[in-house]
């Protein structure tokens, strides 16, 4: 019988086109509905997500919280979820996405933390140079994140320019067609919303 060698390439290509019809076919799963499928999901993808997420956030229980959401969202979108190109390339983007966001929002947070400390406003909210003996830096980040999140959309607009990108009372009416007095109203109501769950971080 002759020998027919196959060329690794040709051999790479099959399997590259296996794992393909794998992955569309447990897309197809999830797409249907099947908690099966999707724990195989899972497991297939969670630990490399992981160790990818882990490198940005430098926190292996921030990466796995962030990890779960991916897969929550893919399960929230399950019916509309479409897939066009490579399972694995489609989590890992996912993945980047939400770790630089989270990023930078710790980012943010930090700015707002030091700001704070240091910002005009702090007589009506007391300080928080005694903060770092009672809590690490990133409870307090996380406490801020939840805070400002709940902060109604216009209020924590303007909190953000304020504190974070640090523009003038004036800047801010201006940007977003306001008077003074409603930036003035809505920084107020930002720190009053600050200054109770932090209460237990403020100096007295």
Same mark, same amino acid.
């Given at each position: 019988?002759? !020998? ?17 019809a794998r992955? /569309? ?17 899972v497991v297939?993808?969670?630990?490399? %997500?992981?160790?990818?997420?882990t ?5 292996e229980?921030? =990466?796995?919280e ?7 969202k ?11 190109s #490579?399972?694995?390339r489609y989590? &890992?983007?996912?993945?980047?996405h %939400?770790?630089?966001? !989270?990023c930078r929002? /710790? ?8 700001? %704070? ?15 770092? /003996? ?14 400002i999140?709940?902060l109604?959309?216009?209020c ?10 640090q523009? #003038?009372? =004036?800047e &801010?009416a ?6 003074l ?5 809505? &920084?107020?109501r930002? %720190?009053?919303? &600050?200054r ?9």
């Amino acid at each position: 019988m002759r !020998h027919v060698s196959v060329a690794p390439a040709a051999v790479a290509a099959c399997e590259s086109a296996g794992d393909l019809a794998r992955e /569309q076919a447990l897309v197809a799963r999830v797409r249907a509905g099947d908690r099966a499928a999707f724990d195989t999901l899972v497991v297939t993808y969670y630990d490399d %997500l992981r160790a990818y997420v882990t490198a940005f956030v430098r926190s292996e229980a921030e =990466a796995e919280e962030l990890v779960q959401e991916v897969f929550l969202k893919v399960w929230n979108i399950r019916s509309d979820w479409d897939v066009h190109s #490579s399972l694995r390339r489609y989590l &890992i983007a996912a993945a980047r996405h %939400l770790a630089l966001d !989270h990023c930078r929002r /710790q980012r943010m947070m930090h700015r707002w933390a030091t700001r %704070l400390r240091g910002s005009e406003e702090r007589p009506a909210m007391g300080t928080l140079p005694s903060a770092h /003996q009672h809590v690490a830096e990133a409870e307090l980040r996380t406490v801020l994140r939840r805070v400002i999140d709940r902060l109604p959309a216009k209020c924590r607009q303007v909190a953000i320019l304020r504190f974070e990108r640090q523009m #003038s009372r =004036a800047e &801010i009416a201006d940007a977003l067609g306001v008077s003074l007095k409603t930036v003035e109203r809505h &920084i107020a109501r930002a %720190l009053r919303g &600050i200054r109770a769950p932090l209460a237990r971080y403020l100096a007295p």
